[in-house]
């Protein structure tokens, strides 16, 4: 059994690199959450198929089965198990949802990176990796600008070689400080629209 469009976010601007997204709704519209189903299910941007899951329906649990594949790694098979949980309606009847595995959130839709979880999960995953490494690199430009005799302000320029200091050096280093510090900008303006 297959199903397609379950919408792999191809236009929308990607936050976190290349992420799939499976939407609870979109499954029950499909029947496939009725407990015993199995097979896989596809995703598709602009009529190409661009990837796809197995996945297996228990009666409290869906279960995807995927390979991930890390940086530079072994493809690794991963088993991930998401949870079900159900809300009354209004006018009788249940809704079904994701239970979030990180942070048990009640979700209709999981996104994907090596495991599935909620949008919130991994924007704060995003968030703090691209923080520490914006936080880096200012650090070392800033200590670059010390060693220069520059100010701490990433924004002024470093005019003068320090005595006793090689001009290769200098421009060496300045172009570092230079580099970091744009590299830091540049992060910090995707994340924030400005720089702060
Ligand atoms: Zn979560």
Redesign the pocket.
Known sequence: MGGYGSGQKCDSKKTTGSQYMIDIRWMKKQGLLVPGTSGSMSWECRGKETGDIGYRVENNRLILQYQNKHRGGEWESIEDEISFTWTPCNYGGKRQWFL?P????R?AVIYGGKFY??R??YDLVYDSQQENTADRLMRKARKIRRRLGGSNNLMEPILFKPKNMHQKTFDRLRKEADSATNLSCLIIRQRFGFYP
């Open positions: 979030c990180k942070c048990n959130r979700i979880r909620c919130h999960c």
